[in-house]
Every structure is written in C-alpha cells, then in structure tokens.
Nanobody, 125 residues
C-alpha cells in the first residue's frame, strides 16, 4: 500500500501560479502510475494530468494543456503539478492518486486505488 499527502493549494488570483506536491509513503512510488484529479462542487471528478511510473508518458486534459505540468521524483517519493496561468474555472479540490498499472496510463478515477485527502485550489477573478 501507499499513503498519499497533498500540499500546495491555496488562494491565487487569475493568471497566477501554484505548485502542488504529493508525497508518498509506504510502498515505493516507482510502483505506481500517478494522476492528479480535481473535483469542483456539483461536478464529476476529472483527471487533470497523469504520469507513468517512470515519467516517460504523460496525459493532460485539454483544458490545462500548455498551462499545467506533471512531474515526479521517485527518489523523493513525490509527484508535482505545476499550474500556471490559472483561471477561475480551475477552482476545485485537487487530489493525487496512485494506480498500480505499469503498462497503461489510465485517466479514469476507478483505475486508481489510492488517494490523498485533497487540497483546495481557489482562483479569484
């Protein structure tokens, strides 16, 4: 098993930047593909970005392409989400999640077995 703890959320003005971190403990991070998801009130949880176990493959939802960057440091057991040019519609609770698949990069929440507690990101206009 792996335990995940997110940090780095907060309140930022539109156009600003934030970097989210997700620190893993327990089983080594290299055993998992990782995803960042977000959920806004009244909306379904969506995969914002995902990264394969070794960082060789990444996925971004269209709405964040060119603005968000997912990365990982397996030695530090940490996954990052660098968010720039933030928009009010990026406001949500952001979660990191771990998927034990080492073959396919999944973007569906049901494929991820382990979740952090979430961190709130609020972008004011």
């Amino acid at each position: 098993q792996v335990q995940l703890v997110e940090s780095g959320g907060g309140l930022v003005q539109a156009g600003g930047s934030l970097r989210l971190s997700c620190v893993a403990s327990g089983r080594a991070l290299s055993n998992y593909a990782m995803g960042w998801f977000r959920q806004a009130p009244g909306k379904e949880r969506e995969c914002v970005a995902a990264i394969s176990w070794n960082g060789g493959r990444t996925y971004y939802v269209d709405s964040v392409k060119g603005r968000f960057t997912i990365s990982r440091d397996n030695a530090k057991g940490t996954v990052y989400l660098q968010m720039t040019s933030l928009k009010p519609e990026d406001t949500a609770v952001y979660y990191c999640a771990a998927d034990p698949s080492l073959v396919k990069l999944h973007i569906g929440a049901r494929d991820y077995d382990y979740w952090g507690q979430g961190t709130q990101v609020t972008v004011s206009s």
